[in-house]
């Protein structure tokens, strides 16, 4: 693997057991992603889009091939290992948000920040950052309950980067918003992208988002129909 | 890092936590007030018995036995000289007993005829009511459930039969002069009262007795001829031993209290932890390990026992104090004798520290363990099926 390869898979094979057989969510696939790379992973319903996002961010293991992400091999991880390497590396961004419904915009943000030990002096400064960076500084004793789906999804992406970590996984994150709120978020992430270095893998058949990648892998059937490659994105800010 | 979550988990919940708070503590009461007045029903059947039949013990004939009536003919005579010194001092008062046979309305009701002094204060008895009718031929009292059973009531007559020291059968007409409210169906059923020199008048057993009951607090005569001390801890032998046999009824209780609590807290805990499939995902999307999990379910239990104990002292304590001083209308009345024991018409509950300990560290405990248990079971789950809330229980 390449210094800077984050993610780097061969062969990926991933069988869902389905009654007494098996139904193959992923086959023969093989890629490498680097640091700072803005990809998505684009494909119709049912394509393995998610799938894929849940083998790199080792919520779901392999059934074959093997899986290396950020240095570390996730074939033969523990669970542990795994929860470790999302905590400290690793951040999230889901279509549902996600987000904890009994706690605040800064308590959710806080939430990774606390997990990786960090202490409570450098912890609101990083929060207060993160939650400046997607703009929700007036929102931060608000719960979720009380934001628009916008404003969750901010406050989502202010959790995943809050810790600064290597890699970001959105699955679908505009899939429940607007055109405006899209745009929105995605020039957010696309800022972090370039200020912080860090890498974000999307699944996503919003064509949106697709305006905004450097790159497009496309998935069908559970496998990798087109690795697209762009230099130039139209709606780049 | 744990506990710090758990209890912004907690505060943060508001309402479903403070439903679990009360679910248990609305636990901590039930079981504490029940047992405790399952307690309370023993304990005040022993002392009912001491307050209005044993004081505090008695010198008995040698010849007598309270449970075999045959004994009765024998076991009289007079007082030692330091019990009839005891009776003069007012700290004792004699009882002669005897068999009898009462016909109210014509029907034949055999009984245990008791002479008592009337003046005696020494245990909780009208005996009073029976002094001060020279006009009555025999004044009796009775007890309620007695009165009820032979369908008397105050100012009826009835022939008294009796067999006398000369073995010679008599009989008079005995009026009943009141009817006691006891809570001890001892003096009740079966039995008739009656003035003591009438009793050993009728029965040709001057100034003698069959035992003496004498006050607390009092230290056995040596000067008491072959008549036999009998203290609180013998009198009450028949009640303990009744008590101890009831002990595994009371520990069926208990369990069977605990297990409503149990399944209370279950289902409130079950219900509120498989709510939260999507939110234990998440964590563990955010790297959270199992185990961490588990112990974030099990901490946060852990607290809910905290808090519901609080609660409980708060907002139930009063009302367990109010109860434990005023006690519980029954609302049945028991002095028949139905029960088999004393049961009082207020029942005043009796909050042993074991009961309180043992409850709270049974009922923390279950908490912890129904925390614990479907915690353990989603973090055993695949994190992505808890994320899409696919959680079942």
Redesign the interface.
Known sequence: MSKSSVVQIENLLKNFPVGGDFFTALKDVNLTLTTGEFTGLVGPSGSGKTTLL?II?G??SPSEGHVNVLGQSLNNAS??ER??????H?G?I?QSY?L????TVS?NVE??L????VDSKDRRKRVAQAIEWVGLSDKINSRPAMLSGGECQRTAIA?AIVHQPALVLADEPTANLDAENSHHIMKIMLQLNQELSTSFIFATHDEKIMTYLRRIIHLDDGQITEDEKIDNPKART | MLFKIAIKNLLGARLRTWLNVFVTALSFFMIILFSAMYDGMREHAKQVTIDTEIAGGAYWHPQYDPLDPITFEEAHATLPSAVKTLVNQGKAFPVLVSQATIYPDGRIMPVIMKGILPEQNIVNMPTQMLANHQEITIPVLIGRSMANNAKLEVGDTFTIRWLDANQTYDADEGTVVHIMDTENFKLDIGHVWIPLEKAQTMLAMEEEATYVTYAKGLSIEENRGDWIPRDVKFLIRDMEALIEADEPNAAIMYIILLCFAAMGIFNAQVLSIFRRGKEIGTLMALGMTRSRVVGLFTIEGGLNALLAGIMTVIFFGPLLWYVGVNGIWLGVDYSDGAMGIIVEKYLIPVYSVKLVVTTTIVVSFIVLIVSYLPSRRIAKMKPTDALRGKVSV
């Open positions: 849940n961010g919520l779901d669970h542990g929860a470790r390497l999302r905590c400290e690793m999230f889901f996600n904890l419904p009994v706690y308590e939430l990774p606390i997990l990786n030990k959790r």
